[in-house]
């Protein structure tokens, strides 16, 4: 079973800085690709950073340049550090994983973390 528990959110100032970490409950290469989704109150989830297995990354054009993902292999973990935060990065931060199947068409299972909230305020 899947399991992915997000740690590392709070509350900072305007300007700071936070990581977010994702422990998967196996191997991430066991997923095509892993990412950092949020939603903010009464707005849509939508994507923030992503990265495949084979390392390719991927940002939303919002946090391009401010926040980074990256991985540890061997602790089953992925990372976002969250740099330059702004009160517009508010929201609930939320872990995906997800795997594709070569079927025709192909089918794609999304797991997803419970969680972590991320406050940006003075």
């Known amino acids: 079973q899947v399991q992915l528990v997000e740690s590392g959110g709070g509350l900072v100032q305007p300007g700071g800085s936070l990581r977010l970490s994702c422990a998967a409950s196996?191997?991430?290469?066991?997923?095509?690709?892993m990412g950092w989704y949020r939603q903010a109150p009464g707005k849509e989830r939508e994507l923030v950073a992503t990265i495949t297995s084979g390392g390719t990354t991927n940002y939303a054009d919002s946090v391009k340049g401010r926040f980074t993902i990256s991985r540890d292999n061997a602790k089953h973990t992925v990372y976002l550090q969250m740099n330059s935060l702004k009160p517009e990065d508010t929201a609930l931060y939320y872990c995906n994983a997800h795997r594709v199947l070569t079927t025709i068409p192909p089918t794609r299972y999304d797991y997803w973390g419970q969680g972590t909230q991320v406050t940006v305020s003075s």
């Open positions: 196996m191997s991430i290469f066991s997923f095509n690709g």
